[in-house]
């Protein structure tokens, strides 16, 4: 069993910064790419930005700049550091990965999701 658990958002004024964390726990034999996502009240999830495993990463336009994502192989946790914060990157944001168990191929999971609220 696989488990990915979210920490880190909050209330935060425009402007200012947050840092979410993700860390993956369970019989776990490799993490491949991890991301993260997030949905906005009445809109789609969407993807934010990814990172493979030896640390090729994306971003969607909207982030790029402000936001960076990085991980930590040997403790299976990825990161989110978001600067620059605005009203519109309000959301819950999920974590995701593929991962490969001992007993399991490489599937795909999410975290339960973290609220970010951008307000003053």
């Known amino acids: 069993q696989v488990q990915l658990v979210e920490s880190g958002g909050g209330l935060v004024q425009p402007g200012g910064s947050l840092r979410l964390s993700c860390a993956a726990s369970?019989?776990?034999?490799?993490?491949?790419?991890m991301g993260w996502y997030r949905q906005a009240p009445g809109k789609q999830r969407e993807l934010v930005t990814s990172?493979?495993?030896?640390?090729?990463?994306t971003y969607a336009d909207s982030v790029r700049g402000r936001f960076t994502i990085s991980r930590d192989n040997a403790n299976n946790t990825v990161y989110l550091q978001m600067s620059s914060l605005n009203p519109e990157d309000t959301a819950v944001y999920y974590c995701n990965a593929d991962i490969r168990t001992i007993s399991r191929p490489t599937s795909n999971y999410w975290g339960q999701g973290t609220q970010v609220t951008v307000s003053s």
């Open positions: 369970g019989s776990i034999f490799r993490i491949y790419a």
């Open positions: 990172i493979t495993r030896i640390g090729t990463t």
